[in-house]
């Protein structure tokens, strides 16, 4: 199961004990912020895409949205989502859980700006009843991303 996995990552940094699972769902930005009774927007969503080949990750804030062009501009390619299938096998997290921690080696993470006006944020871990709240130094820091971007609209 993904949320051992991430369990095992953050037991490596002594903060394992810092996850939180839920009796209900936080599958979604919705559900998640009602499980943590946080507004919607802090909810760190991780959205899985496919880059020609390579898989990648996006941590954007829970009411941003891809912006079409701006992901073109950067990543020189249209925005195509993985299916829940290709999620799961690619990244390493079925949809609803996906989170950048304990993922497959290869992964790309990259942190859309859109979280950078939270002190701190609520990603899931593994599964889709978990969360975990990071501060964005700690977020940049267990999720090894790549780089800050700037691809995503309706947030500011």
């Known amino acids: 199961m993904s949320i051992e996995k991430v369990k095992e990552y953050f037991k490596s940094y002594n903060m394992e004990n810092r996850i939180m699972e839920f009796t209900v769902s936080s599958a979604t930005v919705e559900l998640a912020a009602q499980a943590l009774n946080c507004e919607p927007c802090r909810i760190a969503k991780s959205l899985s895409f496919l880059v020609g080949e390579e898989a990648i990750l996006i941590v954007a804030a829970g009411d941003a949205r891809i912006d079409n062009s701006k992901y073109k501009a950067y990543f020189k390619v249209k925005a195509k989502m993985m299916t829940p299938i290709e999620a799961e096998t690619l990244i390493g997290h079925q949809v609803g859980g996906v989170c950048p921690f304990a ?54």
């Open 103 to 156: 993922i497959n080696n290869g992964v790309k993470v990259y942190l859309d700006k859109s979280l950078q006006r939270f002190q701190t944020v609520f990603p899931a871990c593994g599964s889709s009843n978990s969360a975990i709240e990071l501060t964005i130094e700690e977020l940049e820091k267990y999720s090894n991303y790549c780089e800050w971007v700037d691809v995503c609209k309706d947030w500011n």
